[in-house]
């Protein structure tokens, strides 16, 4: 049980204690008062007309009255808030009453929102962000002793620990909370991590009787849209869990919805630009609020990091007319000239709004693109013959890169290499954008591993049968299948061929919707379609990539002269494919079930295979590029085999830095960081250089679902009870449920008497002490009429007055003396005293005057005559 200060007073000690608060001061000012013995001798009949003109002085009992209402006033202040005077004086007026929480232990399981609108700024200046932090610090410091805390941070879908706790020292929370807590431009999505919470509660140690839950956030839509309690909601059970054990508050940093505009997209019309080609780019801008935004302004600037400048440049800068609430504008830049790509290597476009607003970090969007000299393509040669039209490779290498043609006719790089010199470790695979293995025999896991390490860095690997293949149709399903875990999208079958020279086999076929994406759109018109679907086939193999399962079946074999069967009406006629698409890694596999060569068709001697193969190259090494990335996603570059085993050095925003340890991994020496948590430009280099350069975006804005750059908010009647919601932590009613006892008293008025009283006594004694400097000695009129002595001086006969009053007394030869002949009215000045000395019972220092003689005139009882003084300095 708590007792207030001072709860020993009882009225009578009080009143004793009164007695004694104000008789002491008055006892101590009689008995120490100076005393005075008046000898009647001739000078003193000068002084008494003077003591008769003078008042009686009172600046001694004013000091008096003050000390002692000093003590008294502290000695009230004191009493004051005792129980019985808070009886007295609630019986002199009642006051207001209010509710006390006598809250017990508590575990508080706090969780800071960490997400891209918690960055927004705020009326104050702040952000959202460090709003929460400084609520959470002042929750965490105005706990009770003996609490305990456990602290989280929302990344994404993870309400990551920070102090997994519970922890009792609260500055080693706090310290936690300032040094491991840091705003991010993710998202976060609190339904999934209500799970996690609600683990953390029921785990809850026991010596914990209450517990409470306090989220910290911005109640921004896109986090909260599902994690609102409501009974139709999947997360009701989760709820249920967490409010039967805890007390729930919602602490909202943001309290308003605020307007924002953000870049939404920024794109390239030809996703894979190459050097010296005219390119565009479109900028599209989100109105994100409730009223029309004209004349946007959009800057775009350029860098060329690669060619060793790390700025970027301004190229260009852009308006948009009107933004209508809700919808989105475009603007297109062309990049030509100056303006275009010079260069071979990463390039980075940044656009940017040139009127910022509140969420600063969506107001820009770049894009990292390595802009090549060609396409890369390595060709890699199954069928070794001594005729150049018998090899599986000869007619792809041409249709890639026909004869006689110069660089600037086609893109396309191709070079043919043979099985052997594609797995010699002098092959290196870094500026290779797609391999094509062309009916390549018995392949071996180290041929699957280095196909692995292409898609790994985000290339393309082509796969073309033929007779080779066929034969090797177990080690293809053993090394390149692996039941599902390698790169075929489906385990080979049979080779299906025709039944005699005069059947007319099979010939391509594609659904409607495939012309219409690429690499078939430049065959949608019908005159091009029909040259492509008249080329005959007589041989191809079997795969199993049924419809509607992993891979995109772009085309399938259909019997010549016959309707091409449709897969969604007949049934058990599945078509086999003849050309597949799938995603491994973040590259792309294609497989051809038939050959490049003359072998199992006539197409390669056909006008429509050139442009085919021209287009699928373009189109599948058309990837995202890797060196553009979400917030979150890890950072992997690859580097030369040779610099495995070094380390790499990353700069990023706000300073980052950090040094990665290449690994030798996928035939590269590899290079991995995985805290992308801010958005915009991280750079990564070998040997100081920064040459390799990732642009890290904010989430891309979809029309059809929430974002975290809609800074429109849940509503707070939405949190139904017994959730709270709150503006400051300290407005949190702890409820019975959870262990809280609520208690009706009336407001106590000893605190606020106490505090007058004690601050009263302060002035009091402030007062004192400047009346007591005013009424010293200091401050006569005979100190005043002295002569100004030096300090050195001063310092020496304070010096001396103490070492005098230190030394034992009396000393020997030392007597007192009665009064002596003042030259002065007797007044206080320096250390000389009044004509009077005061009275001493000890033996003489020197012998008593003597009587004064009548001069020759007889005349008697003159003033001058009189005794000898007594020396001055003494120790009074």
């Not at 193969?613 to 990837?623: I, P, Q, R, T």
């Not at 979400?630 to 706000?654: H, K, M, Q, W």
Request: aromatic residues 6%.
């Amino acid at each position: 049980m708590m007792y207030p200060p001072f709860a020993v007073f009882t009225p009578a000690l009080a009143a004793g204690a009164a007695a004694a608060a104000v008789a002491v001061p008055l006892a101590i000012h009689l008995l120490f008062r100076k005393r005075y013995q008046v000898v009647p001798w001739a000078a003193m009949r000068f002084l008494v007309v003077a003591e008769r003109r003078h008042k009686r002085r009172i600046d001694q009992w004013l000091l008096l009255l003050l000390r002692t209402a000093a003590l008294a006033l502290l000695l009230f202040a004191m009493l004051a808030t005792t129980a019985w005077a808070e009886r007295l004086w609630q019986a002199i007026k009642p006051g207001t009453t209010e509710t006390i929480n006598n809250v017990p232990r508590t575990h508080h399981v706090i969780v800071i929102d960490t997400s891209l609108s918690m960055t927004a700024k705020t009326e104050d200046g702040q952000t959202r962000f460090e709003r929460a932090v400084a609520q959470a610090e002042h929750l965490i410091r105005s706990g009770n002793p003996g609490d305990g805390y456990t602290l989280l941070k929302m990344t994404g879908t993870l309400a990551e620990p920070v102090v997994p706790g519970p922890s009792n020292d609260p500055e080693k929370v706090v310290a936690a909370l300032r040094a491991e807590v840091k705003p991010t431009h993710g998202t976060a999505d609190h339904t999934a991590a209500l799970p996690v919470i609600a683990d953390i509660i029921t785990r809850s140690p026991r010596a914990y009787p209450r517990r409470q839950l306090t989220f910290i956030s911005d109640l921004q839509r896109a986090s909260w849209a599902n994690a609102v309690p409501r009974p139709e909601n999947s997360t009701a059970e989760v709820w249920q869990r967490i409010t039967a054990r805890a007390d729930v508050v919602v602490v909202d940093t943001a309290r308003d919805d605020v307007n924002n505009l953000a870049v939404a997209d920024l794109a390239l019309a030809d996703p894979m630009p190459l050097v010296d080609h005219p390119a565009a780019v479109t900028v599209t801008v989100a109105n994100l609020s409730r009223t029309e935004r004209k004349n946007v302004r959009v800057d775009l600037l350029l860098g060329r990091p690669s060619g060793g400048s790390d700025s970027l440049v301004a190229i260009g800068q852009k308006a948009i007319d009107a933004i209508p609430p809700g919808l989105r504008g475009t603007v297109k830049f062309d990049l030509s000239g100056p303006n275009g790509f010079r260069d071979r290597g990463i390039h980075v476009l940044q656009a940017k709004l040139v009127e910022g607003d509140d969420l600063p970090a969506d107001d820009s969007r770049a894009l990292a693109v390595e802009v090549r000299d060609g396409i890369h393509a390595l060709l890699v040669d199954g069928r070794a013959d001594p005729l150049p039209e018998r090899r599986a490779a000869t007619y792809l290498n041409f249709a890639l890169f026909p004869l006689h043609a110069s660089p600037g006719l086609t893109p396309a790089r191709p070079r043919v290499v043979t099985p052997g010199e594609f797995l010699d470790p002098v092959c290196d695979l870094t500026g290779v954008d797609c391999v094509f293995l062309c009916d390549v025999p018995n392949p071996t896991s180290d041929l699957a591993a280095k196909l692995d390490a292409v898609l790994r860095r985000g290339g393309t690997v082509v796969i073309g049968l033929g007779p080779n293949a066929a034969a090797s149709r177990t080690q293809y399903n053993t090394v390149l299948y692996r039941e599902g875990n390698g790169i075929l999208p489906g385990a080979l079958g049979d080779t299906v061929t025709v039944a005699s020279p005069d059947d007319l086999g099979f010939q391509l076929h594609a659904d409607d919707d495939e012309y219409r994406k690429a690499p078939l759109v430049s065959f949608n018109d019908d005159r091009f379609r029909a040259g492509l679907t008249s080329v005959p086939f007589q041989t191809y193999m079997k795969l199993d990539a049924p419809p509607g399962g992993r891979a995109r079946r772009i085309m399938t074999f259909a019997r010549a002269g016959a309707a091409a069967p449709d897969p969604k009406t007949a049934a058990g006629a599945k078509p086999d494919p003849a050309l597949v698409e799938w995603g491994r890694h973040r590259g792309r596999v294609y497989v051809f079930t038939s050959t490049f060569n003359e072998g199992w068709n006539a197409w390669p001697r056909l006008p429509t295979f050139p442009p085919f193969w021209g287009e699928l190259l373009k189109h599948c090494v058309a990837n995202p590029d890797r060196h553009t990335l979400r917030v979150g996603e890890p950072i992997e570059e690859f580097f030369p085999t040779s610099a495995a085993g070094l380390e790499a050095g990353l700069s990023g925003p706000d300073g980052l830095t950090a040094h990665i340890r290449l690994e030798l991994e996928d035939e590269a020496g590899v290079g991995r960081f995985k805290n992308t948590a801010v958005s915009g430009l991280y750079r990564m280099g070998i040997n100081g250089s920064r040459d390799r350069v990732f642009a890290v975006n904010v989430a891309e804005i979809d029309p059809a679902r929430a974002s975290e750059s809609d800074l429109r908010r849940t509503d707070r009647s939405e949190f139904r009870a017994p959730v709270q919601v709150v503006d400051d932590p300290a407005e949190v009613k702890p409820t019975g449920e959870s262990g809280a006892v609520l208690t009706t008293a009336p407001k106590p008025h000893g605190p606020f008497l106490a505090r007058f009283a004690t601050e009263f006594a302060l002035l009091v004694l402030a007062t004192e002490l400047l009346l007591a400097w005013r009424f010293g000695p200091s401050r006569t009129a005979a100190a005043a009429s002295a002569a100004p002595r030096s300090a050195l001086a001063k310092r020496l006969q304070r010096l001396a007055g103490t070492l005098a009053a230190l030394l034992p007394w009396p000393w020997p030869g030392s007597s007192s003396s009665r009064c002596s002949t003042p030259s002065a009215p007797a007044t206080r000045s320096g250390s000389s005293r009044t004509a009077c000395a005061p009275r001493s019972k000890r033996p003489r220092a020197y012998p008593p005057p003597p009587r004064a003689r009548a001069p020759s005139g007889g005349s008697t009882g003159s003033p001058r005559s009189s005794a000898t003084p007594p020396p001055t300095g003494a120790w009074w």
